[in-house]
T-cell receptor
């Protein structure tokens, strides 16, 4: 198992900028989800992709968008960054819905 | 609304003490339940999960959890904690069916074990 890998590990952006975070799913997994974890909080669901299509979304504005590629890797894009977007962004992959998700180590985004 | 509530935000125990972390969820459908652990500086790791069957599930590192459907609870237990159990613990519910669904997390419990 290769696990879930995310890049970059840390990132500092200025308010108003755009950012792209990347995730490589665990081998054999076809579902990828993204979560935002603010300091001292549990992860909050952003959205999920299954076979390259978004099939679930949490309470996040449209400036949060994503992609899943044929090899099941994924991107999270955030436009017009706000200070409150500062958080740890987690990617999780799974082979089947409802099954155990494997999480990556996350990308720590700081917006200044 | 779907939600997960963890009773304790911060727990401090001495080594060899017993641990029980409370978790209650609010969701009307069929649920899959999880406990994840996040050691300092590391990623979320699955401790254990419940899908169906025996409501008492055993996980890694001596942890277990009991699903009580009537109480909408899924409490985590360990008979004797070790200093290495110091970490953040998250209870989560998978809400949804088919190819949709999401994990709903509680706010987490920080466990500090004193040597």
């Amino acid at each position: 198992e290769t696990g879930v890998t995310q890049s970059p590990t840390h990132l500092i952006k200025t308010r108003g900028q755009q950012v792209t975070l990347r995730c490589s799913s665990q081998s054999g997994h076809n579902t990828v989800s993204w979560y935002q974890q603010a300091l001292g909080q549990g992860p909050q669901f952003i959205f999920q992709y299954y076979r390259e299509e978004e099939n679930g979304r949490g309470n996040f504005p449209p400036r949060f968008s994503g992609l899943q590629f044929p090899n099941y890797s994924s991107e999270l894009n955030v436009n017009a960054l706000e200070l409150d977007d500062s958080a740890l962004y987690l990617c999780a992959s799974s082979f089947q819905q409802g099954g155990g998700y494997t999480f990556g180590s996350g990308t720590r985004l700081t917006v200044v | 609304a779907q939600s997960v509530s963890q009773h304790n935000h911060h727990v401090i125990l001495s080594e060899a003490a017993s641990l029980e972390l409370g978790c209650n969820y609010s969701y009307g459908g069929t649920v899959n339940l999880f406990w994840y652990v996040q050691y300092p500086g590391q990623h979320l790791q699955l401790l254990l999960k419940y899908f169906s069957g025996d409501p008492l599930v055993k996980g890694i590192k001596g942890f277990e959890a009991e699903f009580i459907k009537s109480k909408f609870s899924f409490n985590l237990r360990k008979p004797s904690v070790q200093w290495s159990d110091t970490a953040e613990y998250f209870c989560a519910v998978h809400a949804g069916s088919g190819n949709t669904g999401k994990l709903i997390f509680g706010q987490g419990t920080t466990l500090q074990v004193k040597p």
